[in-house]
């Protein structure tokens, strides 16, 4: 099943609508009474995308560690997090892939959600290095058009800077950096705008800076731009986890063995992917159907469990920098570890 890509506010909106459409049946799990016995399969239906973040789901079920807990995955194709969230708490995923900021703003509206196990995270070698090299550890950056002028980070102070979505994990981490070098951030003129036309307008000189991911970096880098900043390798705390495996309270609650098997055939996948990165690529590459090679791909990371004092920090830069009112409880937001 696949969903297109809507606005945000349409895609939260017929999120539940569109997913009851496609299957009349809810995810098996329970959200409560018994667990199931040792031997008993169970079917989750988890949401994912075609990243490379989210690599491990697809290397665990081709490597069989899935199967080898107990584990029948359903892949639903839901490309953003506000549709995922949506259709978490409608009872129509068991799972879904989002950005551990994602989370951590979800918290503050009051969305019962829960960080089952880590997906994609900052990989331990990036930790000092400059951007040149830095970049090699991430798939995204922030990119500068020629006419800006700008060199270095300093300039993206009072700079237009273009975001796939405003106030969420780019111009976060991207005011948080900035906000660390003791530059000003007020005057930044933040943009909601696709990475296809953000790549256009940095062509064309329209727009000062923009944050991009992988492939529009490539194509920014053909075009001669420049990338100033890589967001992520100097926000998350090297070897922390950028995105995560998310269920509501409820159905964590409710399905404590789901929860295990899953934390331990994703933990199998991610040392897996670890060992095996150019394997990894390779996979992707042709599950995605991707005109790239392995050496265009950054040497990507997964963490197999989360580190408490590394959430504090992202929670707490972010808090600094006005970008949530206060700490959250990280303790509810995260599952007990099976392993």
Not at 9 to 30: E, F, I, K, R, Y
Not at 68 to 83: F, N
Not at 164 to 191: C, R, Y
Not at 254 to 283: D, M, P, Y
Request: hydrophobic share 45%; glycine share 6%; aromatic share 6%.
């Amino acid at each position: 099943m696949k969903i297109r890509k809507f606005g945000l506010a349409a895609l939260a909106a017929v999120a539940a609508v569109t997913l009851a459409a496609c299957s009349s049946q809810a995810p098996s799990g329970d959200s409560g009474g018994e667990q199931p016995a040792a031997d008993e399969v169970i079917k989750l239906r988890v949401q994912s995308q075609a990243s490379i973040a989210a690599e491990p789901l697809f290397i665990g079920m081709e490597e069989g560690f899935f199967e080898e807990e107990g584990l029948e995955i359903e892949i639903v194709d839901i490309p953003d997090a506000a549709t995922a969230f949506s259709a978490l708490q409608s009872n129509q995923l068991d799972l879904a892939f989002a950005p551990t900021i994602s989370v951590l703003q979800a918290s503050r509206q009051n969305m019962p959600l829960v960080m089952v196990a880590p997906s994609d995270g900052l990989n331990p070698d990036s930790a000092g290095l400059p951007v040149d090299e830095a970049r090699n550890f991430t798939s995204s950056g922030v990119y500068v058009s020629k006419e800006s002028g700008i060199t270095d980070i300093a300039g993206l102070a009072g700079a237009s800077i273009a975001v796939p979505e405003l106030k969420s994990q780019p111009d976060g981490t991207i005011t948080s950096v900035l906000h660390e070098a003791g530059i000003e951030t007020d005057d930044i003129q933040w943009q909601n705008l696709g990475f296809v036309p953000a790549v256009a307008a940095l062509k064309d000189g329209t727009l000062d800076a923009a944050f991009l991911v992988s492939p529009y970096t490539i194509e920014a880098d053909q075009a001669g731009l420049k990338r100033v900043m890589n967001p992520s390798v100097e926000f998350f705390p090297p070897g922390s986890a950028t995105t995560a495996w998310v269920g509501t309270q409820s159905w964590v609650d409710g399905n404590s063995e789901a929860v295990a098997r899953f934390q331990r055939a994703i933990a199998k996948s991610a040392a897996w992917a670890n060992e095996n990165l150019t394997a990894t690529q390779e996979h992707v590459i042709a599950r995605a159907d991707l005109t790239i090679t392995p050496a265009d791909m950054p040497k990507s990371y997964w963490p197999t469990e989360f580190k408490m004092d590394d959430l504090k920090t992202v929670d707490q830069k972010l808090v600094d920098i006005g970008f949530f009112d206060g700490p959250a409880d990280l303790e509810k937001l995260v599952a007990p570890n099976a392993n």
